[in-house]
């Protein structure tokens, strides 16, 4: 599965990486100026492009939780987590009675009241994704603890935090930050948690391939559409120069 964070407050954009074939889909909230409102747009895109849509809040806040969630999110990425008490305030957030604490109310979940209540807990309870960002030396260390909280569904590595936390900033390939992203994997991995990995250099993909490793967040939108913006004037640039080359060598013998 491979799935990418979208930073682009525009929903049309999410609806194209849906179309795309991107499995799955990070609207940011946490390095991102988007608002709410544009949330729950953005979520209606990946619902009718057929991409699975999960929300990266800023922190484990039950209200920030509650607002995504009753937008319409499929699930919940959780930065910077750290303890297991920080795994649990998320999932307790994030699932009803007898599993959680989410406040109740209808509107788009529930189709607007064409879904009974009782029939939407059970069916949110058993669906909504909860996922851990673990990008702190600490959360490293409290890895086991953290997958011991039942309801957490996905690890997620965040090397680039890591490798601050680890006193190489902007060092993700930093061997020390490499290996504790491997412990995260092989302890998730024993404990029957998904782990999604990062590929940031050549082979990476083929080397978690081989671990079994089946979920990948390839980036996110602005540097996508950075790329092939550039590529594309490049690609056009470089016709230009040629067209324009193959024409004064023909205007030259007349000159």
């Known amino acids: 599965m491979f799935g990418l964070i979208n930073s682009v407050p525009a929903p049309l954009l999410v609806e194209m990486l849906g179309y795309a ?3 799955f889909v990070i609207i940011d909230l946490e390095h991102s100026c988007t608002n709410l409102e544009t949330v729950e747009h953005a979520l209606r895109a990946a619902e009718c492009s057929g991409t699975t849509s999960l929300v990266r809040v800023p922190r484990a806040d039950p209200a920030i939780i509650l607002r995504v969630l009753d937008a319409g999110a499929q699930g919940i990425v959780i930065p910077h987590v750290s303890s297991a008490d920080e795994a649990r305030a998320a999932v307790s957030a994030s699932r009803y009675h007898p599993l959680g ?3 109740i109310s209808g509107g788009r979940t529930t189709g607007f009241g064409t879904i009974g209540l009782t029939e939407y807990f059970a069916l949110a309870n058993a669906e909504i994704l909860v996922a851990v960002m673990i990008e702190d030396r600490a959360g490293v260390d409290a890895i ?23 006193g190489v900033p902007g060092q993700p ?16 991995q024993a404990a029957g948690i998904p782990f999604c990995a990062v590929p940031r250099a050549e082979g990476q993909i083929e080397a978690w391939r081989r671990k079994d490793v089946r979920a990948f967040l390839v980036g996110d939108d602005r540097g996508v ?17 040629r067209a324009y080359q193959a024409a004064s060598q023909i205007e030259a013998p007349m000159g």
Do not use: M
């Open 21 to 23: 074939g991107y499995d």
């Open 101 to 103: 604490t989410r406040g």
């Open 144 to 166: 086991d603890s953290i997958l011991a909280v039942p309801g957490i569904d996905l690890v997620i590595e965040g090397a680039v935090d890591l490798s601050q936390s680890f």
């Open 173 to 188: 390939l930093n061997p020390a930050v490499q290996a504790a992203i491997a412990h995260l994997a092989d302890r998730s």
């Open 225 to 241: 559409a950075f790329r092939a913006l550039k590529a594309h004037l490049c690609d056009w640039r470089d016709k230009g120069d």
